[in-house]
C-alpha cells in the first residue's frame, strides 16, 4: 500500500491523473500539458502510474492512448482513508530521501565477429545504422560523445573505460531535460565470443525508478535494431525517429537529417552523373551544394564546421549536419544571423536547414530512383515552414519555381515538393 502512495505523492503523477479523470488522452496529448519536462519523462511517469495499476493504455498505430483504471483508483481511494495524518507524514519524511537507484541489465546475441559488432556500437557510420540520427565520439577515456538518438532526445557525457573489442563504459545524460542535465548514469557494454557471433551485454546503472522504465523500453527497442542491423547491415528506418511529438524547428531538422541521410547512405556510384529535380544540378553537384549549405547555416548559429574528406555522399552529409545542428542547440532561437550578406532572423534561417535537407533529399532520390520514406507529420511541418520562408521574391530570383497544382488527396511530401515548384508525380515512396 505504501507503495501505492508513493506512487501518488510525485506532483507530476497527481497533474497526470487529473488530467485522464476527464477522459483519455493520448502521449502527445499529455506531454503538451508538461512543458518543464521532457516527453520521456511524462513516458517514465505514466509507465509508474501503469505499474501501479492507476492507469491503463491501448496502442492505435503509432500512438498510445492513456486512461485511468477504475480498480486501482478505488484501491488507492481505500488506502488513503486509512491512514492517519503520522502515517503520512512518514510517507512525506520517506519521499524527500534519496531514491533507490534501478539496474537494467540485457544481453543480446549478434552474428557478427566481436571487431564488427564492436565497429557497429562506436563507429558514428554504424551507429546511424539502427541507433542514431547523428552521433559522434571521441573514442579514449576522457573524450566526449554526443549521440542523437531520436530528434529532440540527444544522450552525451564522457567516455569512462575503452578496450576495443571488449568494453566501453560511458556516463549518460540526457541534454533535453530541462534544465539540461550531467551525466547521472552509467552506460557499461561488454563483448564476448557467442555460439555463431558475439554476445554483447549491456548494463545501465545509477537509474531511478522512472528512468529504468523508459530506459528498459529503449535498450529492449535497440538492442532489437542491433541484432537486425548485425544481420543485414542496416536495422532500416526507426519509427520512433519518423515522427516528433511535439515537433518545432530543430527537431524537424533533424528528422529530416534522417530521412535523407537514408537516401544518401543508397546513392551509387553510377547516380553521380544522374540529373536531378533541382535545376541545374547533377546528383553529385547537388550534393555538393547541400554539403555548402549546412557548413553555411552551421556558421550561421556560430559553429566551426569540419567537413569530411570522405567520398561517400552520407558520411560528408552526416559529418556538417551533424555539427550544424549541434551549434544551433547550443545557439537557441533568439535574435537574428548572419546568412552571408544577409541578415535573418534566427527562426528562418533555421527553418532552411529542415527545407534544405527533406526536399533536396526527394531530389535525390527522384533522380537515382532510391525510396525515401517520411512521415506526414514531418512533411506537413517543413511544409509549413517552407511557407513562411519562400517568398515571392526567392521565386522572382530563380530560387524557386511558382508552386504546381496539386490533387486535393495528394500525400504530405507531394504538398511539400509541389510547394517548391517540383513536379510531384516524380516522388518515391
Not at 316 to 342: F, K, M, N, S, Y
Request: aromatic residues 6%; hydrophobic residues 40%.
Amino acid at each position: 500500500m505504501r507503495d501505492l502512495l508513493a506512487v501518488v505523492a510525485e506532483p507530476n503523477r497527481r497533474r497526470l491523473l487529473e488530467l485522464l479523470f476527464q477522459g483519455e488522452r493520448s502521449a502527445g496529448e499529455l506531454a503538451r500539458q508538461f512543458p518543464s519536462i521532457t516527453r520521456p519523462a511524462v513516458s517514465q511517469h505514466l509507465g509508474v502510474l501503469a505499474r501501479a495499476g492507476l492507469v491503463a493504455s491501448r496502442r492505435d498505430g503509432r500512438y498510445r492512448y492513456y486512461r485511468v483504471e477504475p480498480g486501482g483508483l478505488a484501491e488507492l481511494r481505500d488506502t488513503l482513508g486509512v491512514f492517519w495524518e503520522r502515517e503520512l507524514e512518514e510517507l512525506a519524511t520517506a519521499a524527500r530521501k534519496e531514491p533507490a537507484t534501478m539496474t537494467i541489465d540485457k544481453s543480446v546475441l549478434v552474428p557478427l565477429g566481436i571487431d564488427d559488432t564492436f565497429a557497429l556500437l562506436t563507429e558514428p557510420a554504424r551507429l546511424r545504422r539502427w541507433q542514431t540520427v547523428a552521433a559522434r565520439i571521441d573514442l579514449r577515456a576522457g573524450g566526449d560523445y554526443r549521440w542523437t538518438i531520436t530528434p529532440g532526445h540527444t544522450a552525451a557525457g564522457r567516455v569512462l573505460e575503452v578496450e576495443p573489442g571488449r568494453r566501453l563504459v560511458l556516463s549518460w545524460g540526457w541534454e533535453d531535460s530541462d534544465p539540461p542535465s550531467p551525466p547521472t548514469s552509467t552506460l557499461t557494454v561488454t563483448l564476448e565470443p557467442g555460439n555463431g557471433g558475439t554476445m554483447v551485454r549491456l548494463v545501465h546503472e545509477g537509474l531511478t525508478a522512472e528512468q529504468e522504465v523508459g530506459h528498459t523500453e529503449g535498450w529492449t527497442h535497440y538492442l532489437g535494431r542491433l541484432e537486425a542491423a548485425a544481420r543485414s547491415g542496416d536495422a532500416g528506418p526507426d519509427e520512433w525517429a519518423a515522427a516528433p511529438d511535439p515537433i518545432d524547428r530543430l527537431t524537424a531538422a533533424e528528422a529530416s537529417l534522417a530521412v535523407c541521410q537514408r537516401v544518401l547512405a543508397r546513392l551509387s556510384a553510377d547516380d553521380g552523373r544522374k540529373t536531378t529535380p533541382c535545376r541545374d544540378f547533377t546528383v553529385d553537384q547537388l550534393v555538393d551544394h547541400l554539403e555548402e549549405s549546412m557548413v553555411r547555416l552551421g556558421a550561421a548559429a556560430g559553429g566551426q564546421l569540419t567537413r569530411s574528406e570522405a567520398p561517400d555522399p552520407e558520411e560528408r552529409i552526416a559529418t556538417v549536419a551533424q555539427q550544424a545542428l549541434e551549434a544551433w542547440r547550443r545557439r537557441g532561437l533568439d535574435g537574428d544571423v548572419a546568412l552571408g550578406p544577409l541578415s535573418l532572423p534566427a527562426p528562418v534561417a533555421a527553418d532552411i536547414l529542415s527545407i534544405e535537407l527533406l526536399v533536396h533529399g526527394w531530389d535525390l532520390a527522384s533522380a537515382s530512383s532510391v525510396e525515401i520514406t517520411a512521415s506526414d507529420e514531418l512533411a506537413d511541418y517543413v511544409l509549413r515552414l517552407g511557407q513562411e520562408v519562400i517568398s515571392p521574391e526567392l521565386r522572382a530570383s530563380g530560387r524557386f519555381d511558382a508552386p504546381l497544382d496539386i490533387e486535393s488527396d495528394a500525400g504530405s511530401l507531394e504538398r511539400l515538393v509541389a510547394y517548391t515548384g517540383r513536379q510531384p508525380s516524380l516522388v518515391n515512396t
